[in-house]
């Protein structure tokens, strides 16, 4: 964001995002080295909550590099979405949703902060001249991007929780068995069509159960 930025000249000032790339970066730089220093054994609780502390950190950055950057107006508000899916892959369900909320309220509480009044509004700026600041003061269109942004990013945080989850449910002990016949019929399938079969496994069960 800060490099298309200082391309465009999209951004009146460039000062505030650079100091926020530079934390992000040295916080990013603090987790890396946080779980290369500490020789004890993590487990799977520790890895989760330092993953979803780090998603969180990067959460927050991002919503600070929008606020400086037009952020009702920003495309890369959409950018929230990937951390929603990122979190919803790696962590389990409660955390993966209190990153795409964390997400959702910072967002959202910025651009209400910025329509109000309490923070300042910076938009981007296109040649020469500063955008207006038509959509940040219009409820209506505040409510519908407000709407959208959240639906897409606790949908994405959903959709994503439910496919891993599914996916999951085939691994192990807790796999669907395989039924003998439906490797039959695809072959029997395969070899009406003069096509190649290759069975690879049964999975987690064989052909016994």
Request: aromatic share 10%; hydrophobic share 55%; with cysteine.
């Amino acid at each position: 964001m800060l490099g298309v930025s200082w391309k465009l000249g999209a951004v009146a000032n460039e000062l505030p995002l650079g100091v926020v790339a530079a934390l992000l970066l040295a916080a990013n730089l603090a987790f890396a080295a946080w779980r290369t220093t500490d020789r004890r054994p993590a487990g799977i609780q520790a890895l989760e909550a330092h993953a979803a502390l780090q998603l969180v950190t990067d959460v927050l950055a991002l919503a600070a590099l929008l606020h400086w950057s037009d952020g009702v107006e920003n495309p890369f508000a959409m950018f929230f979405a990937f951390h929603a899916a990122i979190a919803a892959k790696l962590l389990p369900g409660p955390k993966a949703v209190l990153v795409a909320a964390v997400a959702v309220l910072a967002q959202c509480g910025t651009v209400i902060a910025e329509h109000l009044g309490w923070l300042a509004h910076h938009p981007l700026v296109i040649g020469a001249e500063s955008e207006t600041d038509v959509f940040i003061e219009s409820p209506l269109y505040l409510t519908g991007y407000l709407t959208a942004f959240s639906l897409t990013v606790l949908g994405t945080s959903y959709f994503v929780s439910s496919a891993t989850r599914r996916f999951h449910l085939e691994l192990g002990r807790r796999a669907r068995r395989m039924m003998p016949y439906w490797v039959r019929g695809i072959r029997g399938e395969c070899q009406q069509a003069g096509a190649a079969f290759f069975f690879m496994q049964w999975g987690a069960h064989n052909v016994a159960g």
